[in-house]
């Protein structure tokens, strides 16, 4: 089945600077990839989702890449805010051949002022 | 919007009770989730529905049963709450048309005493 990591350490950054997450994956080849903010103590809520054949997609400050060649993507937070402090969770379509998705993780930000 | 609604915010249940959690959704999404997430462990699913009455195992079943009986509202019984059962239990819904995105609940935080 199909492995998705994210890096389990916080990442710590300056208020104004980009942020970059990554997202990789294993035996698997989606068709889209997802990206989901999580604040403590509530569920996910969707941002963006790429599709294969795009190579990037943006919203408002937040880009996100897809490299099927490399099985990864990238999230990045360009002018980073405190308010974007949050946990970041992947997630693509499994190889369930149902409507499951697989999640990664989720990788901490931390913005500080 | 699409709005997934759960019946309680936090729960306080004692060792052998059970226990109904209650999800329901606006949209009028075919496909409903229970996940359980606990920290260092992600995201796991429980069980899923993609239609009334019908449901499908997740990953980690065993403990929990669910009910789906009208198309908005997806209920998961644990049977016999056990203290390993104490986490975040998220609701999902997602739609059978375009891609999988899921729109979660609020999140019942459960403690099992």
């Known amino acids: 089945s199909q492995k998705i990591e994210q890096n389990s350490e916080a990442l710590n950054i300056q208020e104004g600077k980009t942020a970059t997450l990554t997202c990789n994956y294993t035996n698997y080849s989606p068709a889209y990839l997802q990206w989901y903010r999580q604040d403590p103590g509530r569920g996910p809520v969707f941002l963006l989702l790429?599709?294969?054949?795009?190579k990037e997609k943006r919203k408002e400050r937040l880009k996100v890449t897809f490299d099927t060649t490399l099985k990864q993507s990238l999230f990045h937070i360009t002018a980073s805010q405190p308010a974007d402090s949050a946990t970041y969770l992947c997630?693509?379509?499994?190889?369930?051949?149902?409507?499951?998705?697989?999640f990664g993780k989720g990788n901490q930000v931390v913005v500080i002022p | 919007d699409v709005k997934v609604t759960q019946s309680s915010r936090y729960l306080v249940k004692r060792t052998g009770e059970k226990v109904f959690l209650e999800c329901v959704q606006d949209m009028d999404h075919e496909n409903m989730f229970w996940y359980r997430q606990d920290p260092g462990l992600g995201l796991r699913l429980i069980y899923f529905s993609y239609d009334v009455k019908m449901k499908e195992k997740g990953d980690i079943p065993e403990g929990y049963s669910v009910s789906r009986e009208k198309k908005e509202r997806f209920s998961l019984i644990l049977e016999s709450a056990s203290t390993n059962q104490t986490s975040m239990y998220l609701c999902?819904?997602?739609?059978?048309?375009?891609?999988?995105?899921?729109?979660f609940g609020p999140g019942t935080r459960l403690l099992v005493l």
């Open positions: 997630a693509l379509e499994g190889d369930y051949g149902n409507n499951r998705l697989a």
């Open positions: 999902a819904s997602s739609s059978d048309r375009g891609p999988e995105t899921q729109y």
């Open positions: 790429i599709r294969e054949n795009e």
